[in-house]
């Protein structure tokens, strides 16, 4: 992914689907049920980073919003994205959307936050995906956070998400669309 397409100093998301997690139990050791996938993927790479609870994540995407030289409306974007997805008022209307907040990531210079989708479906199986949400602190954060990514897929034998696993998807990308966050408009699984 190239700056050209997006800044990397921006917010972005990467949708993952169930079938991509359950590839990567056996590389990336993650057991029989998948507690907290991407922090075990982050172990995995011996990547260094520190653990975040909700309310900690919350607060520090609000420093990064209010961080000196970045744009007003990179600003306002990082905001709504935490109220929208990390206040107590959002839990209950994201928990209607069936969008839940598992962990989250300090990498230093960029934080991640991962979150599960559920998509219920009438007399079949509910959907199930997982979205990345990256809030990098510089261009340099993005790009790190970009080659994280790439080799996590990298050590996984299957695609991130499929062009119908992506469609599936949209109740769940519609959530963080509100925000106006890159990434949930496009895959950007298809520009790495």
Known sequence: ?????????????????????????????????????????????????????????????????SSKGMAISTGDMIKRLSLSMLTPTALVIAAKKKVTFLSAADLGDSLIAEFVCEIPR???????????????RSRDGGARALQVFKAIAGKVASEPITDEEWDGAE???????????????????RSL
């Open 1 to 65: 992914m190239s700056g050209s397409e997006f800044e990397l100093d921006q917010p972005f998301i990467l949708f993952v689907s169930k079938r991509f997690i359950d590839s990567a139990k056996k590389p990336f050791d993650l057991g029989l049920v998948a507690r907290k996938p991407l922090l075990k993927m982050l172990q995995g790479l011996n990547v260094g980073f520190t653990e975040l609870d909700r309310d900690e994540v919350k607060r520090r995407i609000d420093e990064v919003a």
């Open 122 to 136: 009438a007399f079949r199986p509910s959907l199930i995906y997982f979205a990345w949400l990256v809030v990098p």
């Open 171 to 189: 109740p769940a990308r519609k959530t963080f669309a509100e925000s106006g966050v890159k990434g949930s408009e496009e895959n950007l699984w």
